[in-house]
């Protein structure tokens, strides 16, 4: 697992040298880069040594002949397989190392060869005759990467800020993401919080050519398995899941320094640990202690406890409270470069900070049960939308409007008033409107009337309407887990999981997300994924012969902080801070007095919006980051 980081067009040595630094926790064990003052290319590499832990394994990576060269990022789980293949064909091989075998792939196959690839990765491959250079991502985007094309270059790498480091122009904020952000907590699509600056998305690969942007091509699309070739037997069902996710736990554990693993209590982590431990039965495991419990959810930490217990692993907790979230805050949106407002990303980093310290670079995590076989609120809101969806429109209004005026301090009302959010919409725009933690006429109020005289809000959901629109998914439940896996995934836990731990020079991996269970569980039906109010039903029967059915069918738990908590209490200096009425008026993005009348109802109870004013700190911290270059 690596930092990559390149230039087409002109550069400076010195600053290219430095922008490399900037990734060098992503790659604490060694580094390279490769100039060619000719074709105005840079390319760097900052190494986290995983497999093949020798000098062969550097980066950049060469052809025979000198001329290609590739920098990779990730882990290709089926490359001893592939490398068979390779050598059948003539091939040599000179280290023991994926990237050596992604690079002839390349070489042999052409860059369409990643569809072979079951892994986890971003690339850039640069053919020094052809002056051709192609940047690509995995399947579903569990490694991030970025791109920014000004008047005379193109630049790219895994993180923004090595982008940041090396760009003339300044970064503009880019208020259409801003939107989305505020709306989703997420920013889905392409689009970051800088004008310019773009994501490679998830299955994607762009072909550049003289600091210019040829094609973009997808290369991967989700699959879509129409219902009459879908499982109809659930013991066939049943035992397949347990297979395929066994093995793709083995595979996943290939590695040439020891594994540790996530371990929250839940189904998810629980399932991956439970046939860890079957490979390696003195696999490490490491939690948190969210002190004043998560919002809304059960306490993860005894459930945790039982499940170590069980399984006869070694576990260890980590304490958490407001005092490092305050303390820390600023250092996860500059790892992030993303105002995404969670609080988990800081549990990936303290838990990544100690697995490292106890020795582990590589940790496997549960992240992706709920986005394939179901599990979040929505999915069972989905099911509860045959109650009250056949009312007339006037009707599923007035819904929408009184489940909103219900008391945003309890759980039932918060939990009401988004079941019925945009009650009145249909198809595809309500199955959206449940990842959105904002109304809209909640969010065109937050801003300046400077930005309000030229701002839309028609489009904020428009990449993901966009992929509804494209695909031919056959119900509610299947176009939602299309969305959670397409974008929810990708542009949220994802890049937060690949960033925090990555900030700690540790790789995490995510089985769940394996190409062949990814496959498996598209055909899986619906009913047996929500079946009822049980979710994951079919992962749940799967797993019985594994974990005790308290783990099983426990309550619903989050891998996050009792934010909702903090926000009304504990944050307050924070937010009188970072929301004063000079910062907001000297950024000239919000109104003060519509920020302060949030505050104000959000205390009340009258709205459910400590999410949202998280994400106007975030916003305000990745502004003094990376638009004012505050330290």
């Not at 500059?334 to 106890?358: F, G, M, Q, T």
């Not at 959670?484 to 995490?508: C, P, W």
């Not at 994951?536 to 009792?562: C, H, N, Q, S, V």
Request: glycine share 6%; charged share 30%; net charge neutral.
């Amino acid at each position: 697992m690596c930092g990559i980081v390149g230039i087409s067009g002109k550069f400076s040595k010195d600053s290219f040298l430095s922008a490399v630094q900037e990734i060098k926790h992503r790659g604490p064990d060694d580094d390279g880069t490769y100039f060619s003052n000719l074709n105005n290319i840079a390319l760097g590499h900052t190494r986290l040594s995983i497999i093949d832990l020798s000098q062969l394994g550097h980066q950049p990576m060469f052809s025979d002949d000198k001329s290609v060269c590739l920098i990779f990022n990730g882990e290709i789980y089926n490359y001893k397989y592939l490398r068979k293949g390779l050598e059948q064909k003539g091939h040599t091989f000179k280290s023991n190392s994926d990237t050596e075998v992604v690079l002839k792939m390349i070489i042999e196959n052409g860059i369409e060869c990643l569809r072979d690839f079951n892994g986890i990765f971003s690339l850039a491959y640069y053919d020094n005759d052809k002056d051709d250079l192609f940047i690509a991502r995995d399947r579903l985007g569990i490694k991030p990467l970025y791109y920014y094309s000004d008047t005379d270059s193109f630049y790219f790498s895994s993180e923004i800020k090595a982008i940041h480091k090396l760009t003339k122009e300044k970064f503009k904020i880019d208020i259409d993401s801003i939107k989305r952000y505020l709306t989703f907590l997420w920013c889905p699509g392409e689009g970051t919080p800088a004008l310019h600056l773009k994501k490679v998305l998830p299955g994607e690969y762009i072909h550049i050519k003289n600091s210019k942007i040829v094609f973009k091509k997808a290369w991967y699309k989700l699959p879509q398995i129409s219902q009459s070739r879908k499982f109809n037997d659930k013991k066939e069902a049943i035992k397949k899941i347990q297979n395929v996710l066994l093995a793709s736990v083995e595979r996943q554990m290939m590695s040439d320094v020891p594994v540790g693993a996530f371990l929250s209590g839940g189904l998810d982590s629980s399932s991956i640990v439970a046939l860890a431990s079957q490979i390696s039965p003195q696999i490490k495991c490491y939690t948190i202690d969210a002190l004043g419990g998560t919002d809304d959810f059960a306490e993860d930490l005894p459930y945790a406890i039982k499940v170590a217990d069980y399984l006869n692993v070694d576990l260890e907790v980590v304490k958490v409270d407001h005092k490092d979230l305050a303390n820390d805050l600023e250092k996860m949106i500059w790892h992030l470069e993303e105002p995404l407002a969670d609080p988990a990303p800081l549990n990936v980093l303290y838990i990544s900070r100690l697995a490292r310290k106890r020795g582990i670079k590589v940790l496997l995590s549960g992240s992706g049960g709920d986005d394939l076989f179901t599990g979040y609120r929505r999915h069972l809101a989905i099911r509860y939308e045959r109650f009250w969806s056949w009312l007339p429109i006037k009707y599923r209004n007035q819904l929408e409007k009184y489940s909103s005026k219900l008391d945003q301090n309890k759980s039932y009302g918060r939990r009401l008033s988004r079941l019925f959010n945009q009650a009145g919409s249909d198809g595809n725009d309500r199955l959206v409107s449940y990842f959105q933690w904002l109304k809209r006429d909640d969010l065109i109020e937050l801003f300046s009337e400077k930005i309000k005289k030229n701002l839309s809000i028609s489009d904020i959901s428009k990449p993901m309407i966009d992929f509804l629109d494209s695909s031919f998914y056959e119900n509610n439940i299947d176009k939602m887990l299309g969305l959670e896996q397409r974008f929810f995934l990708s542009d949220h836990n994802l890049i937060y999981t690949d960033k925090m731990s990555m900030a700690e020079g540790v790789e995490v991996r995510v089985p769940f997300l394996d190409n062949e269970l990814v496959e498996l569980a598209a055909q899986i039906p619906d009913t047996f994924k929500q079946k009822g109010r049980e979710g994951k039903w079919i992962l749940k029967k799967a797993m019985e012969d594994f974990l005790p059915k308290e783990i099983i069918y426990r309550p619903k738990t989050g891998f996050g902080a009792p934010l909702r908590q903090w926000i009304k209490n504990d944050l307050k200096e924070m937010i009188n801070n970072l929301l004063s009425e000079e910062s907001i008026n000297n950024r000239g993005i919000f109104n003060y007095q519509s920020v302060l009348q949030l505050i104000k109802e959000n205390n009340d109870g009258k709205k459910d919006v400590s999410y949202t004013i998280f994400s106007l700190l975030c916003i305000e911290i990745w502004c003094r980051k990376f638009i004012d270059n505050k330290s």
